[in-house]
T-cell receptor, first 115, second 112 residues
Framework: GAGVSQTPSNKVTEKGKYVELRCDPI?????LYWYRQSLGQGPEFLIY????????DSGLPNDRFFAVRPEGSVSTLKIQRTERGDSAVYLC?????????????FGNGTRLTVT | DQQVKQNSPSLSVQEGRISILNCDYT??????FLWYKKYPAEGPTFLIS?????DKNEDGRFTVFLNKSAKHLSLHIVPSQPGDSAVYFC???????????FGSGTRLSIRP
């Protein structure tokens, strides 16, 4: 079946611009996560949703970052006034439920480059 | 602060031999541990996990060992195969908070 889909796969934007990154989770998965991975580092937690609500947004670096999941399926990560330090691969993952028996399934990521 | 640490950025192992990847953690509240494997330009894929109530979990060529007193876990791959060449991430979570914390990864290279 279809895995987690992230669009676009690559995004180049100028400093100060606004960007939106989209994630289509696996159908039926209730939990959705956003991570960010910089070169040579592991995925860094940003936020996760259980259904439509953000259950934990403690990883969002500042108020320029915002994510929504209005219908409990597709999610959009929004970054305002982008900075060069925002350049990274943004990974989305979904899981059937929360908990030990429900591992995360990751998409291939969106590579964001801020020039 | 880095709660999950993988101190070896890279490891090279001969095909057919055992690969041992190590991971340390600092948060004693972690009660569930995972290993993910990542190929270039792809997202991480789940490999194997272990609950803190166990000290070993085995799945085919992959075995994860957990030493809670030392806050250490390891992934053993035997025998190592060329397709095992990838970056391996150790990760941890605790039941009251579903977010998963990842280490910085170890790049495993299997040489012929």
């Amino acid at each position: 079946g279809a895995g987690v889909s992230q669009t676009p796969s690559n995004k180049v934007t100028e400093k100060g611009k606004y960007v939106e990154l989209r994630c289509d989770p696996i159908s039926g998965h209730t939990a959705l996560y956003w991570y960010r991975q910089s070169l040579g580092q592991g995925p860094e937690f940003l936020i996760y949703f259980q259904g439509t609500g953000a259950a934990d947004d403690s990883g969002l670096p500042n108020d320029r970052f915002f994510a929504v999941r209005p219908e409990g399926s597709v999610s959009t990560l929004k970054i305002q006034r982008t900075e060069r330090g925002d350049s990274a691969v943004y990974l989305c993952a979904s899981s059937l439920t929360l908990g030990e028996d429900s591992p995360l399934h990751f998409g291939n990521g969106t590579r964001l480059t801020v020039t | 602060d880095q709660q999950v640490k993988q101190n070896s950025p890279s490891l090279s192992v001969q095909e057919g031999r055992i690969s041992i990847l190590n991971c340390d953690y600092t948060n004693s509240m972690f009660d569930y541990f995972l290993w993910y494997k990542k190929y270039p330009a792809e997202g991480p894929t789940f490999l194997i996990s272990i609950s803190s109530i166990k000290d070993k979990n085995e799945d085919g060529r992959f075995t994860v060992f957990l030493n809670k007193s030392a806050k250490h876990l390891s992934l053993h791959i035997v025998p190592s195969q060329p397709g095992d060449s990838a970056v391996y991430f150790c990760a941890a979570s605790y039941s009251s908070a579903s977010k998963i914390i990842f280490g910085s990864g170890t790049r495993l290279s299997i040489r012929p």
